[in-house]
């Protein structure tokens, strides 16, 4: 490995991490869990000049519930939210979510907060929390501001976070009584990120749906809901849900790349979509009954 | 306030031993411990993926390619050589690899031994599909993984030595 040297700076402080971000500009990352930058700057893919560690930063290590909402600080460990026994009966699907996010030793280190700020297509939590429709807090150093899961991800890789702000908690509202959820992802080894990865939630009463929300990784720069196929589910029967299975990829054109083609990309979107969507409608009716 | 620093002094606990080392910022913990003379602490792909630089970081194992030594000052190390006694005797768990044919060229040993290692600490019922899921990051080219999972499971099983 042929890594170009860079300096370290543990921050004290979120205000403290903003500052140092503001005066080194754009050749400044922040480093939280490094389970993928540090790939990344191994293999001479991003060449930062400085990194600002999160690791000694108070307050960015809290997991709590507040009223209905977990509000999870940004430098939680994977590990932490895959052994809690809150998320585990309150945010089922993030706790599935979870268990797919690498291997155990990336579960340790990995971050929530660096998860999301790295916004990989692919990656499990961004997908997760953009159908849990949660929130994030970003911070400059002085303020914060509240910024939806929805639209954070602009691109491959990139993010709404504005230079020098620094991502400080994501807020995730609990499912109401009786929503189910499913999750399905394929990758080619176990602890790959996805090709492809499906998270729903939906209500259903007496087999039919109330609503569903879904949502795909790996199918494009950044995680989408499926709208189309969200507006035509509800009222369906579970059962007349297959016939909908096209309007959960419309829309999208995956590219071809090394790992996979952007045609076969759909048809696993297409069938990882309907289990996860009929998952969640059976476990809505299974908590209803 | 933290200025951004090119060199570091870290002091970690490794396998037992104290350490101070002083070294450029970007070094990782793999480095920072071959540099040191822990060389059971291996560089396989340097992205995390095959386990090889595993080290227990206060317990837990992680990628030593995928932590800077800079971030972990402080910090308890175990590595493979410091699961054996101090007269070098192996523990029942390197016992049971070499009992149950757990290694061949020995790359990944290192890193299966810490998976096991913490995996066992965690005190839970073991079964094989649980076995497997911790060796999940812990990647083997010659002898496979077969003999690793009955190797730990012996263990599980209250196995002090399983010789054949």
């Known amino acids: 490995m042929f890594v170009k040297p860079f300096a370290?700076?543990?921050?004290?402080?979120?205000?403290?991490?903003?500052?140092?971000?503001?005066?080194?500009?754009?050749?400044?990352r922040i480093l939280a869990g490094g389970q993928s930058l540090l790939p990344i700057v191994n293999l001479g893919l991003a060449q930062p000049r400085v990194l600002v560690d999160l690791g000694r930063a108070s307050g960015l290590d809290g997991l709590e519930r507040a009223n209905d909402t977990l509000v999870v600080g940004a430098m939680v460990r994977h590990r932490t939210l895959e052994t809690s026994a809150e998320v585990a009966s309150s945010w089922p699907l993030l706790a599935a979510a979870i268990r797919h996010v690498g291997s155990p030793r990336v579960r340790v280190r990995g971050t929530l907060?660096?998860?999301?700020?790295?916004?990989?297509?692919?990656?499990?939590?961004?997908?997760?929390m953009l159908v849990l429709e949660a929130?994030?807090?970003?911070?400059?150093?002085?303020?914060?501001?509240?910024?939806?899961?929805?639209?954070?991800?602009?691109?491959?890789?990139?993010?709404?976070?504005?230079e020098g702000e620094v991502l400080t908690a994501a807020r995730v509202p609990a499912l109401e009584e009786g929503v189910g959820w499913g999750f399905h992802e394929l990758s080619r080894r176990a602890g790959d990120f996805a090709l492809v990865a499906a998270a729903a939630l939906a209500s259903c009463r007496d087999g039919v749906v109330d609503w569903i929300r879904l949502g795909l990784g790996g199918v494009g720069e950044r995680p989408v809901r499926c709208p189309v196929f969200e507006k035509a589910s509800a009222g369906a029967s579970i059962d007349g849900l297959e016939a909908l299975g096209d309007t959960i990829v419309q829309g999208l054109a995956p590219p071809d790349d090394t790992a996979a083609g952007g045609d076969y990309r759909?048809?696993?979107?297409?069938?990882?979509?309907?289990?996860a969507a009929i998952d969640a409608c059976r476990r809505s009716i299974g908590a209803r009954s | 306030m933290n200025e951004p620093r090119t060199t570091c002094t870290v002091t970690l606990t490794v396998n037992g031993r104290r350490v101070t080392r002083s070294a450029p910022a970007h070094v990782t913990l793999l480095r920072w411990l071959r540099e040191a003379g822990v060389v059971d602490v291996r560089e396989g792909c340097g992205e995390g993926v095959c386990g090889s630089c595993a080290v227990l970081l206060d317990g837990?194992?992680?990628?030593?390619?995928?932590?800077?030594?800079?971030?972990?000052?402080?910090?308890q190390v175990v590595t493979a050589s410091g699961l054996a006694?101090?007269?070098?005797?192996?523990?029942?768990?390197?016992?049971?690899f070499l009992d149950h044919g757990a290694v061949q060229c020995g790359f990944c040993t290192?890193?299966?031994?810490?998976?096991?290692?913490?995996?066992?600490?965690?005190?839970?019922?073991?079964?094989?599909?649980r076995v497997v899921a911790a060796l999940e990051g812990?990647?083997?080219r010659c002898t496979g993984y077969d003999g690793v999972v009955d190797a730990i499971l012996a263990i599980a099983g209250g196995a002090r030595t399983a010789k054949r």
């Not at chain 1, 907060?113 to 997760?128: F, I, M, N, T, V």
């Not at chain 1, 929130?135 to 504005?162: I, M, P, Q």
């Not at chain 1, 759909?266 to 289990?275: D, E, H, Y």
């Not at chain 2, 890193?111 to 600490?121: H, N, Q, R, V, W």
């Open chain 1, 8 to 28: 370290y700076a543990a921050a004290g402080s979120v205000a403290e991490a903003a500052s140092i971000l503001r005066a080194h500009g754009p050749e400044a």
């Open chain 2, 138 to 140: 812990n990647l083997c």
């Open chain 2, 110 to 129: 290192s890193g299966m031994l810490l998976a096991a290692t913490e995996l066992l600490g965690l005190g839970e019922p073991l079964d094989r599909d």
């Open chain 1, 266 to 275: 759909l048809r696993v979107a297409r069938v990882l979509g309907l289990r």
């Open chain 1, 113 to 128: 907060g660096g998860s999301l700020a790295h916004a990989d297509p692919a990656a499990e939590l961004p997908l997760a």
């Open chain 2, 85 to 96: 006694g101090e007269d070098g005797a192996l523990s029942d768990l390197q016992q049971a």
């Open chain 2, 60 to 75: 837990q194992a992680v990628s030593g390619c995928l932590v800077l030594a800079a971030q972990v000052d402080g910090s």
């Open chain 1, 135 to 162: 929130t994030y807090d970003a911070s400059d150093g002085e303020h914060v501001r509240n910024l939806g899961a929805e639209g954070f991800a602009v691109s491959y890789f990139t993010t709404t976070l504005a």
